[in-house]
Structures are given as C-alpha cells and as structure tokens.
C-alpha cells in the first residue's frame, strides 16, 4: 500500500474532476449557452473579475429544481479513475475534500457521489422549498475556504496537497505543501504546480503523491483544532 506524507488532499471540481465545464453542462441542459459562453470569453479576457464570473456562472441555475441540477451533475462527463483514486488516499488515512467555488447544493451532490468527506464552496445561491433562488452576491475565496478545512480537519497547510486546473488553483499552491495541476491548459497553473499532468485518469495522481516531498508553504502556522 502506498503511503502518502499528506494528510488532506483538497481538489477543485470543475475541468479538474469533470471533463468540462460543469456549469456548460447546465448551461446547455437550460438553453442559456450564449450567456455562459459570454461570461468565459470575458473572464478568460480578463474583462471582468473572477466575483462576477461566479455570479453570472450561478445565476444560470436560479430557478431550477436542485432535482434537475443533481440530474444534470450525475450526467456530466467526469475523469476516470476517481473512485479508485479515491479509495487509495482513504485507505491510508487521507482526508478527502472539496475546494471550489461552487454552490452547496452541487458540492454536496458531489460529496455524496465520491464520499469525500468535507467541502468549502461558495454560499452565493440558495435553495428554497427544493428549488435554486437569487441570494446574495458570490465571492470568490479559496485561500478563505482552504483556511475553513484545515481548521476543521485539523491539519497544517504543509500536510496538504491541492489538486486543480484554474487560476484559483494556481492562488492556492503557495499555500499548501504540495499543488498539482491536473490536465490545465493555462500556462501560469501549470507554472504554479509542482507538478502538472496531462491526460483524464486521476488515477496518475496516486504515484506523484506517493513519491512527492512536501515544501513549506506560505505561512504554515498551525491550524486550530
């Protein structure tokens, strides 16, 4: 059995454990394509910020039956080798969860799904008598959300591996002990990484875990137990 020097691996949700985008997926299932392509040429532009980006990204689900959401989740094209992957970090005690900016309701399906055990996304849109409502406005944080999870796992950030494609990601690896960017195309993600792989099995991150040696991250101070 390999043994792995992390004790939480945190990993990001959309293009890292899904092929595309989640958020294409509702926008094509709710015929609102133009608006999510609209918002992505613009981020990708670095015409808006990564909050608007967010808000507009949420406000394509606002209305839906959560039913309906976890329906088009469960159809979403995803990474092989998820379950394995996850099986094997479980087994040699790895605490397993979620970093994303993505609403409760679709982190949650998530967790179930996988048997994660935790997450931290955004609280931008709620959910009212089974349906998505407007709520306040979405901020993106991730360090915030990675701060969340240590705290609660009891775990320092130099015991921490993350695992994402985007420039939240890239934001992220300072900050913890070893970062992987997982099939990115974006140069600077790859750059930030310690490590950048290609392909769609998440089953290749079991041998770079095994074998990596965990640095000091940015101001790992002991997370509060």
């Known amino acids: 059995m390999a043994r792995f020097p992390f004790r939480l691996v945190t990993f990001d949700l959309d293009?890292?454990?899904?092929t595309e985008h989640g958020w294409l997926?509702?926008?094509?299932?709710?015929?609102?394509?133009?608006?999510?392509?609209?918002t992505q040429r613009a981020f990708r532009a670095r015409a808006i910020d990564e909050?608007?980006?967010?808000?507009?990204l949420l406000a394509l689900a606002v209305g839906l039956p959560v039913a309906e959401v976890e329906g088009i989740l469960a159809a979403t094209p995803k990474?092989?080798?998820?379950?394995?992957?996850?099986?094997?970090?479980r087994e040699d005690g790895v605490r397993l969860a979620l970093l994303t900016h993505n609403?409760?309701?679709?982190?949650?399906?998530?967790?179930?799904?996988?048997?994660?055990?935790?997450?931290?996304?955004t609280n931008g849109r709620r959910v009212?008598?089974?349906?998505?409502?407007?709520?306040?406005?979405?901020?993106?944080?991730?360090?915030?959300?990675?701060?969340?999870l240590l705290a609660r796992a009891g775990v320092r950030a130099g015991e921490t591996a993350h695992v994402g494609d985007g420039w939240a990601d890239a934001a992220v690896f300072p900050f913890v002990g070893f970062g992987v960017a997982f099939h990115s195309p974006l140069a600077e993600v790859r750059a930030a990484a310690d490590v950048?792989?290609?392909?769609?099995?998440?089953?290749?991150l079991l041998p770079v875990l095994a074998?990596?040696?965990?640095?000091?991250?940015?101001?790992?101070?002991?997370?509060?137990?």
């Open 79 to 89: 990474v092989s080798g998820i379950g394995a992957t996850m099986a094997a970090l």
């Open 196 to 204: 950048a792989l290609d392909g769609t099995d998440l089953t290749a």
């Open 211 to 225: 074998s990596a040696r965990a640095r000091q991250p940015v101001n790992d101070a002991p997370s509060p137990r």
């Open 103 to 121: 609403p409760d309701y679709v982190c949650a399906w998530y967790v179930r799904a996988f048997g994660l055990d935790d997450y931290e996304g």
């Open 128 to 148: 009212r008598a089974g349906r998505v409502v407007a709520a306040e406005s979405a901020h993106a944080g991730k360090r915030q959300g990675l701060a969340r």
């Open 25 to 38: 997926a509702i926008a094509r299932a709710t015929g609102q394509l133009a608006a999510y392509e609209r």
């Open 15 to 18: 293009g890292t454990l899904t």
């Open 51 to 56: 909050d608007t980006h967010l808000n507009d």
